[in-house]
């Protein structure tokens, strides 16, 4: 039997059954014309849709065609079918621009406007030959300009990374401006490395107790128990590591920049000063130092 006979003896089928199976059999009949029309609309392949995706949008056209089609009106199937996958695609492809029809109607008006006055006068036309060709002022004309060439990309679009031939996502090229600099990183990693040497000149109870509080997160009630002491005292040993910490951390700087001048010692103290409320916050910070030392403990 041929294949318009089988195709024929489907529909004669379906139309009487309406069964699952028989409609699915159909589409999957008919997908190569899904392909054929999405080809003939010329849509030009881009970064944003591949062929693939409009074939998608197509079958769902397909599907809708195969549920509405009447076979009593004696219009072959294909000439039914075509403009509802045409129609699909088109209207998933309006429903990405995100231009509202009145700014694509002001660009197709611009077109026309350049074409016909560059028609007209044989040469480039100018802006405010356009401009009185579309009745608007100059400073309106170069506004649809403006808003016309605005484009909205993907996130997941490739590009070109201009380093090599390798296509990478646009989000990987963008600046992160909440992200740290390399000056940033750098000196954090400095300040952590001088945290860490410093919390090792620490006693032993004092190396425990941040480490308590800071990487295991327990409050000063929970680490008073641990320690078998009082929340005061808790706290009058905490802040005594901290000051431990600030006076070593300020001993390293102070022999890092050396002072030539009388004056520069001044602005030094006036820094180191400065800086005391700023140490807390970056003790906070570089928790995860606590991780690393070299000295562990295990709380029973």
């Not at 016309?148 to 990309?153: A, F, G, K, M, Y």
């Not at 996502?169 to 990693?189: I, M, W």
Request: glycine share 4%; aromatic share 4%; charged share 30%.
């Amino acid at each position: 039997m041929s294949a318009a006979g089988v195709r024929s003896d489907l529909w004669a089928e379906f139309i009487e059954t309406r069964e699952q199976k028989i409609r699915e059999e159909l589409i999957t009949e008919y997908a190569s014309l899904v392909r054929f029309v999405v080809g003939r609309l010329g849509i030009p392949p881009t970064s944003l849709l591949e062929i693939d995706d409009l074939v998608s949008y197509g079958m769902i056209g397909l599907i809708n065609a195969v549920d509405r089609f009447d076979l009593a009106r004696g219009v072959p199937f294909e000439a039914f079918a075509t403009p509802r996958i045409r129609g699909a695609v088109i209207d998933h492809l309006r429903s990405l621009n995100w231009q509202p029809r009145s700014a694509v109607s002001r660009i197709r008006q611009v077109e026309a406007a350049l074409a016909s006055v560059e028609q007209r006068m044989g040469r480039p036309a100018k802006e405010e030959e356009v401009a009185s060709e579309l009745g608007v002022s100059i400073e309106r004309y170069r506004q649809t300009l403006l808003d016309s060439s605005t484009t909205v990309l993907s996130l997941d679009v490739p590009v070109s990374s201009f380093h090599d031939d390798e296509m990478s996502p646009l989000k990987d090229l963008l600046e992160d401006e909440d992200a740290p600099g390399p000056a940033e990183e750098a000196e954090r990693q400095e300040m952590a490395l001088a945290l860490s040497g410093a919390i090792d000149q620490l006693p032993e109870r004092e190396q425990l107790l941040l480490a308590l509080y800071y990487q295991e997160e327990l409050t000063m009630k929970e680490i008073s128990k641990v320690m078998s002491v009082s929340e005061s005292r808790v706290c009058q040993l905490h802040m005594q590591a901290i000051m431990r910490l600030r006076g070593v951390l300020h001993a390293q700087r102070s022999e890092e920049h050396t002072p030539i001048r009388k004056n520069t010692t001044r602005r030094a103290k006036q820094n180191f000063g400065a800086q005391d409320t700023s140490s807390a916050s970056q003790i906070e910070e570089t928790k995860g130092v606590f991780a690393g030392s070299k000295r562990k403990h295990q709380v029973s």
